[in-house]
């Protein structure tokens, strides 16, 4: 699960770290060393009384990992069991904690990670079936691995469909943890409303807004956001056309226009841009947030 909201929505190893800190005794050893040794003495420590990780290889590859988070962003490597070393299985509120910790939901100014996640498009049930799910999950995994004999056999379609939950599950908290560090740099003025989304036409794939706050340009990236919906995406502008349906490269005056974009989208959504003076890259600068949330 959170292999997939690193990678492909965080992308960042000051966010890893993060997570990584929610236990106090690596949080501080994160902030007083990088030395793997050391790391992997606190580490056999913790987790001396936890068969499951005495495998040969297992603190050293998390140890080395700790310290490339510190010292080689590239060649940085997701442990999966590190996780586990608070959480032995990750159900409904174990997960609701670890996001507690990691000051997402504080950031997000929401007071539990179900109330984004039953909201969100992919998920839309309710609370009770959706965590019930979960933990489901839980002990389908447990049984699978635990146990000598497994009661539960699963159609393909019974199967696919648990993934498909998983996959949207895991979506959800990806754009949730985004949300939170865009709601970060809103707060702190370096990022800046433009606009609100008006119409979304599916089949041409355009999206309408009014731009109450311009200039706007073709490839600048924005932020679509509402807390309501439980809906945080980047989009780059790809084309402008103005309420004539002429092809504009730059918008300068307030109105409503039309644009294409790299993504889908919907009505209703706020729209943001970041401020001059953030770094210009096409993902938005998480290193100074993540501290300033931690």
Same mark, same amino acid.
């Given at each position: 699960?959170?292999?997939?909201?690193?990678?492909?929505?965080?992308?960042?190893?000051?966010?890893?770290?993060?997570?990584?800190?929610?236990?106090?005794?690596?949080?501080?050893?994160? *902030?007083?060393?990088?030395?793997?040794?050391?790391? !992997?003495?606190?580490?056999?420590?913790?987790?001396?009384?936890?068969?499951?990780?005495?495998?040969?290889?297992?603190?050293?590859?998390? %140890?080395?990992?700790?310290?490339?988070?510190?010292?080689?962003?590239? *060649?940085?490597?997701? #442990?999966?069991?590190?996780?586990?070393?608070? /959480?032995?299985? +990750?159900?409904?509120?174990?997960?609701?904690?670890?996001?507690?910790?990691?000051?997402?939901?504080?950031?997000?100014?929401?007071?539990?990670?179900?109330?984004?996640?039953?909201?969100?498009?992919? #998920?839309?049930?309710?609370?009770?079936?959706?965590?019930?799910?979960?933990?489901?999950?839980?002990?389908?995994?447990?049984? %699978?691995? /635990?146990?000598?004999? #497994?009661?539960?056999?699963?159609?393909?379609?019974?199967?696919?469909?648990?993934?498909?939950? &998983?996959?949207? +599950?895991?979506?959800?908290?990806?754009?949730?943890?985004?949300?939170?560090?865009?709601?970060? @740099?809103? *707060?702190?003025?370096? #990022?800046?409303?433009? =606009? @609100?989304?008006?119409?979304? +036409?599916?089949?041409?794939?355009?999206?309408?807004?009014? $731009?109450?706050?311009?200039?706007? !340009? $073709? =490839?600048?990236? &924005?932020?679509?956001? *509402?807390?309501?919906?439980?809906?945080?995406?980047?989009?780059?502008?790809?084309?402008?056309?103005?309420?004539?349906?002429?092809?504009? @490269? &730059?918008?300068?005056?307030? =109105?409503?226009?039309?644009?294409? +974009?790299?993504?889908? %989208?919907?009505? =209703?959504?706020?729209?943001?841009?970041?401020?001059?003076?953030?770094?210009?890259?096409?993902?938005?600068?998480?290193?100074?947030?993540?501290?300033?949330?931690?």
């Amino acid at each position: 699960m959170f292999q997939n909201i690193l990678d492909n929505a965080l992308t960042n190893i000051n966010t890893f770290r993060l997570v990584l800190q929610t236990n106090e005794k690596l949080r501080k050893v994160l *902030s007083e060393t990088t030395d793997p040794n050391l790391i !992997s003495m606190l580490l056999t420590d913790l987790l001396k009384k936890k068969s499951r990780f005495k495998k040969p290889g297992f603190l050293e590859d998390i %140890a080395q990992n700790f310290s490339f988070c510190t010292t080689d962003v590239d *060649s940085y490597k997701l #442990v999966a069991e590190a996780f586990i070393v608070d /959480h032995p299985n +990750l159900r409904s509120e174990a997960l609701n904690t670890i996001l507690i910790n990691a000051g997402i939901l504080h950031e997000a100014k929401i007071s539990s990670v179900w109330t984004w996640i039953v909201k969100y498009r992919n #998920v839309r049930q309710d609370e009770k079936i959706v965590t019930d799910r979960l933990d489901k999950f839980v002990e389908y995994r447990n049984d %699978a691995a /635990h146990r000598n004999t #497994v009661d539960s056999i699963f159609e393909s379609t019974d199967l696919i469909d648990l993934c498909n939950f &998983i996959e949207s +599950l895991c979506q959800a908290l990806a754009e949730l943890a985004r949300f939170a560090v865009i709601n970060k @740099k809103i *707060s702190n003025k370096k #990022v800046k409303k433009i =606009g @609100k989304t008006t119409n979304w +036409l599916s089949k041409q794939e355009v999206l309408c807004a009014n $731009i109450c706050q311009p200039p706007l !340009s $073709i =490839g600048d990236e &924005i932020f679509l956001l *509402s807390s309501t919906k439980s809906y945080c995406k980047s989009a780059k502008i790809e084309e402008i056309k103005n309420d004539k349906e002429v092809s504009v @490269k &730059i918008i300068e005056e307030k =109105g409503d226009y039309s644009f294409k +974009l790299d993504t889908d %989208a919907r009505k =209703g959504l706020d729209m943001y841009i970041a401020t001059p003076d953030i770094n210009e890259e096409s993902d938005i600068d998480l290193e100074i947030c993540m501290e300033e949330i931690k």
